[in-house]
């Protein structure tokens, strides 16, 4: 089976930086995900990391450990408009595209003046 | 990134009733998926639609409940049969292009009374 675990709520300053954390247990690793989701929408992809290390994106930052069944999301320069849900997402299976995801519980983070 | 529209885009239904949602992707996709967001949680894997071949249905979803077809490479239908209160949920179609993005639909968003 799988087992992704996030924070439930996070808050942060405006301007500030802010890491998101997921650890997770899967068979058949092949990649993960960051989505992005306000509420009443849809999720918004973010990022997708396979390999180890950093992948950069602008404002956001996704950080991926293997071994260790790690990643975080990091928000820098933090604005009101990036309070939402940030889903975490374990993609397992075969190597191509859209294979199935297993989704975390979501962290909503709000963002404060 | 796939553009991908789904209708309706919002229903309120009657118990014992059958919603048909329709998803429709502006390229061809080897897969396309369904998954559930039920009020206040994150997403859940229906099922994975194969263009030519029945649908896979992930544990706890049946065809009989969440009859899926699949015609052509741009297109899936996924239908509530029989509802309940309970299946009130975002009903979203899901796409993958290439190994490293997934993009969702809009949502669906069903009330059932």
């Known amino acids: 089976g799988q087992n992704i675990d996030q924070p439930t709520e996070m808050t942060a300053t405006e301007g500030a930086i802010v890491q998101i954390n997921c650890t997770y247990q899967?068979?058949?690793?092949?990649?993960l995900f960051w989505y992005q989701q306000h509420a009443g929408e849809a999720p918004t992809f973010l990022s997708y990391?396979?390999?180890?290390g950093l992948e950069e994106k602008g404002r956001f930052s996704s950080f991926l450990s293997r071994s260790k069944g790690y990643s975080y999301l990091l928000l820098k320069e933090l604005q009101m408009k990036d309070s939402a849900s940030y889903l975490c997402?374990?993609?397992?299976?075969?190597?191509?595209?859209?294979?199935?995801?297993?989704f975390g519980t979501g962290t909503q983070l709000k963002v404060e003046l | 990134s796939a553009v991908i529209s789904q209708k309706p885009s919002r229903d309120i239904c009657q118990r014992g009733t059958s919603l048909t949602i329709q998803c429709q992707v502006d390229?061809?996709?080897?897969?396309m998926f369904w998954y559930r967001q039920q009020p206040g949680q994150s997403l859940t894997l229906i099922a994975t639609?194969?263009?030519?071949?029945?649908?896979?249905?992930e544990s706890g979803f049946v065809i009989d409940k969440f009859p899926i077809s699949r015609p052509n490479l741009t297109f899936s239908t996924l239908t509530v049969s029989n509802m309940s209160p309970e299946d009130s949920s975002i009903y979203l179609c899901?796409?993958?292009?290439?190994?490293?993005?997934?993009?969702f639909g809009p949502g669906t968003r069903l009330t059932v009374l």
């Open positions: 899901s796409v993958g292009q290439g190994a490293s993005e997934q993009f």
């Open positions: 899967t068979s058949g690793f092949n990649g």
């Open positions: 990391n396979v390999l180890d």
């Open positions: 997402a374990v993609r397992s299976g075969s190597t191509g595209g859209g294979n199935k995801l297993t």
């Open positions: 390229s061809q996709v080897t897969m």
């Open positions: 639609a194969n263009q030519g071949s029945e649908a896979t249905y």
